[in-house]
């Protein structure tokens, strides 16, 4: 059952980033149903931050169709909604307030799996937890960057994942970074800055 569960998620999971690519609103229903699929997943591997952030996913993927139909609204009339990939740049005062939220996450996430919790890799957990929590709240308000974080995050899972023996969700963080990159550029090339409008 476990690996009829980690492979629903793996197609549901790129399906979900295809989505982002092109910043389409479904994304978020198929968000939502590959992380529940995944608090299951990781709960069963005790890798217990990502089941956290996986809940936390499956929490935000309601916040993010329901922003993202409220910004839809103030999209260019010109184009359908649907076609149009609008974007925001990180601020240095941004950035701060961002990097403090990951390092504060960290820090709870690792003491609480290091001295709670039978996971054999706290410090990695805590960290892809972490970021990954800030980065979707990133992209929640479409901010470009959060592709960037989002590679980072990957590479780092694919080692975590590798090491719990998850080989076809390895194999998904390996995508998901090569789509990271293309859906940063995708946005760069074809995204109107909201800043410009």
Known sequence: MEQVLEYFGVVTGLLYLLLEIRQHKAMWVVGFLTSLVYVFVFFFSKIYADMGLNIYYVAISIYGFWKWTQTDKTADKEKPASETILYRPITWPLFGGIALAILSIYGLLYYVLHNFTDSPIPMGDAFTTSVGIVATWMLARRIIEHWIFWVIVNFVSVYLYY??????????YICYAILAVAGYYTWKKKGINREQI
């Open 163 to 172: 090491l719990r023996g998850l080989y076809p969700t390895m194999f998904l």
